[in-house]
């Protein structure tokens, strides 16, 4: 120890920086109270590397030696030296609070003012009392706003009467204290700022209302609602606001009629204000009076903002007109001649399960321009159950928009009855739109009618391309085991676009069916590169342990991109066996072969192929020694997350 101290005590007298900042680490190692007064005298040496070491040390050294040898610094004229003073202190502070209120007798204010701060980050309720008797007694207006402050930052409760009393100084003061009975938060702390409330300036009130609201006591309630009529138009929004954010929006209706007609004209004032803070609870306020008037003009609002720039906004007065229930209002929109003003109304209906919902938009839409009808038609879908069959009937007959009618085929996808989609939907897979086709489709799926499945079966040998890849697509989707000798029919089609649907459809029976997966094996030597890789991607999530076998085979293949699809596909299977036959791709001419045959022999994790891989951290190509650096760094972490 003796020899240690020796070193640190020769490195601190030393005018090197270096040697310095190496003595304060040592000391910072030891904790050796003995250098605390060189360590100190060092804060002053003109080096910031000097200084942040030393400051560093004394921190984790702590205690009352430190604080009583760091004290003296809060007088030097030098402000860099001085702050590092004071963040010590506010870290060791809490060793000797007693110390540290002597600071807040001095006769010079600056001293007292950093006494103050300091005592605020001690977190120790010691400080409260003489923090309270400088915040009424000290002559220095910065010397009683530094006290509030610190007061709000310790929060205790015991603080709330003198930050009450403070709130006749001056306003600079007062507005700390408000802050500070905002953080400390207790009931007391409504008590006094309630009190204040009617004697203040107009200001200070408006910050007073602002930290009632945020304390959210329903006591106050009553006694701000009681200010409103006394209130300038300002403080008056900043009241609602906070009664608002009190009480909640959905619960203003509770406060009774008598006092909501009270609040009725101030909410209504309020939406008239710039701040959109203001104008919001205003809203939330009025949605709770659910009532035609409120209704209109929360709309209107609505009405008037840019989706672009207000969009968020848009969807919250939205959500809130939604939640005041279904209003007659609704309707006029729906049917009005503005269609911009229709489409939020619809959009508010979709936010809403009154029964009168589905009769009114089916009564408007024809009459209705063409988007507007696609935006009703989804929440006709979404609401209408059996027995509106005739409403979508009409839809699919008469309408040529295909947003539309995929809705409508959705719809019946939704009722599940298997005779009106072989009636109504069947047909729309000669439809001329390929989505329209995609959702006639899905609808057909959907039902898994054995009447369907049958006419599918049928497409499957239609002569159009398209109708072929559509019956062999539903036909995989179906999953039924008679199904698979129609779907391999299709791994001979004529086109490739077929074939390689066929192969897709397997996927629903190679985990299953081991026959199956077998058939893929000709489809690995399609003449179409395409079809090649959708078998390799139907084999890679096979669970058959052939399914190796097969894409061992298919690494062969011509087409680099087939060969690094395989090898991706065999490196997610994690057979340990197969690393040998991996590696063999790692002399591949393609990079891209070699970069997937190193991420598989890196899932494939072990030994063996490690050593394979080790190597090629010093390929020529950069791409190559990226991916092996990356597999050998999955390697470690392999291995450390098994110790």
Known sequence: MQNNLKRIQDLLESSNPDEIREGAYLSADCGLNEVVPMLVQRIVFPNPGVQEAVEGALRKIGGQAVLYAVLPFLRMEDSAVRNIAMDLLR??????????????????????????????????????????????????????????????????????????????????????????????????????????????????????????????????????????????????????????????????????????????????????????????????????????????????????????????????????????????????????????????????????????????????????????????LLVLVARSGAGEEGFFSQVLERHKDGSVLKSA???????????????????????????????????????????????????????????????????????????????????????????????EALHSFVNTDLGAMNMLEQSLSDENSAVRLAAIDVLGGCKFPESVDLLLKAMKDADPWVRARCVESLGKKRYDTIAPQLAELLQDDQTLVVIKAIEALANLGGAVAFKYLLPFVDHPEPEVQDAAAAALSQFRDQREGQV
């Open 91 to 376: 870290d060791v502070g809490k060793c000797d609070v007693v110390a540290l209120t002597e600071l807040l007798r001095d006769d010079d204010p600056d001293i007292r003012i950093f006494g103050a701060d300091i005592l605020g980050a001690t977190g120790s309720a010691l400080a409260v009392t003489p923090l309270c008797h400088s915040l009424l007694r000290d002559p220095e207006t910065n010397v009683r706003y530094q006290a509030a402050v610190s007061l709000g930052v310790l929060g205790f409760p015991e603080a709330a009467e003198s930050l009450g009393m403070a709130l006749k100084d001056e306003e600079w003061v007062q507005f700390a204290v408000i802050e500070a009975l905002t953080k400390i938060g207790d009931e007391s702390s409504v008590a006094a700022l309630l009190i204040a409330l009617d004697k203040s300036t107009e200001l200070v009130a408006s910050s007073i209302v602002d930290a009632l609201g945020k304390l959210g006591y329903i006591k106050a309630v009553p006694m701000l609602i009681r200010a409103l009529p006394h209130a300038s138009v300002p403080l008056a929004n900043k009241i609602i606001c906070a009664v608002v954010n009190i009480v909640g929006p959905r619960s203003l209706s509770m406060l009774g009629a008598h006092e909501y007609s009270k609040l009725k004209a101030h909410l209504f004032a309020a939406l008239e204000d710039e701040d959109t803070e203001v104008q919001d609870a205003a809203i939330s306020g009025l949605a709770s009076g659910k009532g035609d008037e409120e209704f209109a003009v929360v709309f209107k609002i609505l009405s008037s903002l840019n989706p672009d720039t207000d969009g968020e906004r848009m969807l919250k007065i939205v959500n809130i007109l939604a939640g005041m229930g279904y209003h007659k209002k609704l309707a006029e929109l729906a049917a009005g001649d503005d269609e911009a003003a229709a489409l939020l109304a619809v959009e508010i209906m979709s936010r809403q399960n009154d029964p009168a919902i589905v009769p009114l938009l089916e009564s408007v839409f024809w009459q209705s321009p063409r988007d507007l009808q696609r935006a009703m």
């Open 409 to 503: 085929m959705y719809y019946f996808g939704k009722l599940g009855n298997s005779e009106l989609i072989f009636e109504k939907i069947f047909p729309f897979l000669d439809h001329p739109y390929n989505d329209v086709k995609e959702a006639a489709l899905e609808a057909c799926i959907t039902v898994r009618s054995p009447e369907i499945n049958k006419k599918l079966r049928e497409m499957s040998k239609n002569e159009q391309d398209i109708h072929r890849m559509m019956a062999f697509y539903a036909l995989g989707r179906y999953g039924t085991a008679e199904n698979l000798p129609y779907i391999v029919q299709g791994l001979r089609d004529p086109s490739a676009e077929v074939r390689r649907v066929a192969v």
